[in-house]
C-alpha cells in the first residue's frame, strides 16, 4: 500500500480480486498446466530440446523434466563429468529441483538439464538418470558427483553401472570437519 499511495489509490477493491479468481477457476487453469505449457512453446522453438513428465492417477503433475538442444550441446563437449544436485524444497510448492551440471573450459557452472519432482526415492531418480541417458543420446559420463544421498547413490548404480560415484568436495569438507 505504501508504493501506491493508500488503499484509495490501488485501482482494484477486493470485489475485483474474488471476481478474477472466479474467472481463473472458470479456465479451469493450474499451476501444472502452465508449467507444462511454457516448455512445450519451447519446444516449438527448439525441435531438439526435450520434455517428458509424468502425472499421477489423479493427473497430478509428478515429474518434469526438459533438456534444450544448447544443453545437449554443451553435454557433448563437456559432459565427461557429470554433477548431480537437489535443491530441497525452496519453491512455492515445496518440491524438490534436480539439477544435472557440468563445467566448461572456461571453469563455468554449465546447466544440462532440470528437474521438479514431488519426492526423492531412489524409483524417481532412476526413472530420471533414464531419462537423462536418453536426452543425451545414451552417452553416459564418466564419474558422476553429488551429496551421497542413499538413493541417488543406488540410482547411478543402475541406470550407470559402469560409472564411478563420487561424493562432492563441500560434503567431504563438511564430514572431515565433523569427524
Known amino acids: 500500500m505504501n508504493l501506491a499511495g493508500g488503499y484509495h489509490k490501488v485501482g482494484f477493491i477486493r470485489k475485483d480480486i474474488y471476481n478474477e479468481q472466479a474467472r481463473m477457476r472458470k479456465l479451469k487453469t493450474t499451476d501444472a498446466g502452465g508449467a507444462l505449457k511454457y516448455p512445450s512453446l519451447l ?33 557433448k563437449v563437456f559432459g565427461d563429468v557429470l554433477a548431480f544436485d537437489v535443491t530441497y524444497k525452496k519453491n512455492k510448492y ?37 531419462q537423462f541417458l536418453q536426452a543425451m543420446n545414451g552417452k553416459a559420463p564418466s564419474p558422476v558427483i553429488n551429496n551421497g544421498d542413499v538413493a541417488m547413490k543406488n540410482a547411478i548404480k543402475i541406470v550407470f553401472p559402469n560409472v564411478d560415484h563420487r561424493l562432492c568436495a563441500w560434503h567431504l569438507m563438511r564430514n572431515a570437519a565433523n569427524h
Open 43 to 75: 519446444c516449438q522453438k527448439d525441435p531438439i530440446m526435450v520434455v517428458t513428465y509424468t502425472v499421477d492417477e489423479r493427473e497430478r503433475l509428478q515429474y518434469l523434466f526438459w533438456c534444450d538442444a544448447e544443453s545437449q550441446m554443451n553435454y
Open 94 to 130: 515445496l518440491c524438490p529441483f534436480v539439477i544435472f551440471l557440468g563445467v566448461n573450459h572456461y571453469n563455468h557452472t554449465i546447466v544440462f538439464v532440470v528437474v521438479v519432482v514431488t519426492n526423492e526415492m531412489e524409483e524417481i531418480y532412476v526413472w530420471l538418470l533414464e
